[in-house]
């Protein structure tokens, strides 16, 4: 146990003591589930118990990572719970490339097997009209039978997706130089690419914002609009949802970098937000291919 490490010294392996930090997760987890699931099922107090969820899970988040900064700053890391956060960093991230994975499956899917087999000739004698073509590649038009779902348009590459895409490679360049500045043991030059890095984040959120505004108002293109509809936000809203995660992680580890913390040798914690952040970058980079293009 770390009570019986000698002081000065760090152990071989960090054992912290109990913890009530993961069973109060798990309330507030569950508040936040249950609340939202009331909700969207129009009872009145379901949106503050979401809300009372959504204020303990981050109270706690904020006493765990305040805790973990205290240990890590403290010298109780020794090089073998270096070597821990990385392989559970990598986990995570495998985790999230299987998440996409299922939608991509998803996406592909559709687009191969299902719009094909809705086209052959035993469906054609219950819906003659039906075409099986991918709105992408149809000039706009949903195909849909007996109007089930309203006309609408595709969103293309130009404008605001280039731009986009642009923005998240940008950002991918900027976190390296900072990360080289770190090493370099330039810290304020690493805080200032890691603001811009940050900026360029809120700044590709608030365009997909504005693209979502106008796929409804000017395309008619919503979640109800199909599977095209519903692959469509699916993929982007996910993916949107990634980088608002990551540009938080950016700023806590901006935030720290402005404390002193982090050296040029032992810095996983920022090392883990930009294998994140890289990781965003490849998804959108393929989501920008498949979805926008195709």
């Not at 899970?57 to 403290?74: C, N, R």
């Not at 010298?75 to 490339?97: C, K």
């Amino acid at each position: 146990m770390s009570a019986s490490t000698p002081a000065g010294q760090t152990p071989y392996y960090f054992v912290p003591a109990p913890s009530r930090h993961p069973a109060l997760m798990a309330v507030g987890l569950f508040l936040v589930i249950f609340g939202a699931g009331q909700w969207v099922n129009h009872v009145g107090w379901g949106a503050w118990v979401l809300l009372a969820g959504v204020v303990m899970w981050l109270t706690v988040m904020y006493q765990w990572f305040s805790q973990a900064i205290a240990e890590s700053e403290g010298g109780l890391y020794s090089p073998r719970i270096d070597a821990s956060f990385r392989w559970s960093m990598s986990w995570f991230i495998f985790s999230e490339v299987m998440f996409f994975a299922a939608f991509f499956g998803a996406l592909y899917w559709a687009r191969v097997h299902t719009l094909p087999m809705l086209g052959n000739l035993d469906h054609q004698l219950l819906w003659p009209d039906f075409q099986a073509i991918w709105p992408s590649q149809g000039g706009g038009a949903t195909a849909a039978p007996a109007g089930l779902v309203e006309p609408f348009q595709t969103m293309g590459p130009f404008w605001l997706p280039t731009i986009n895409t642009a923005l998240l490679l940008t950002s991918g360049i900027t976190l390296t130089i900072a990360h080289h500045a770190l090493i370099a043991g330039q810290r304020a030059k690493t805080i200032s690419w890691m603001w811009i890095t940050i900026l360029l984040g809120a700044i590709f959120l608030c365009v997909q914002g504005y693209e979502y505004y106008h796929a409804y108002t000017a395309l008619n293109l919503k979640l109800t609009s199909g599977i095209f509809g519903s692959t469509f936000f699916l993929l982007t809203g996910f993916h949107g949802f990634h980088v608002f995660v990551g540009m938080l992680m950016l700023i806590f580890i901006t935030l720290r970098l402005m404390k002193g913390h982090f050296t040029a040798d032992r810095h996983f914690g920022f090392e883990g937000a930009a294998w994140y952040w890289h990781f965003v970058d490849v998804v959108w980079f393929g989501l920008y291919i498949l979805v926008y293009w195709l």
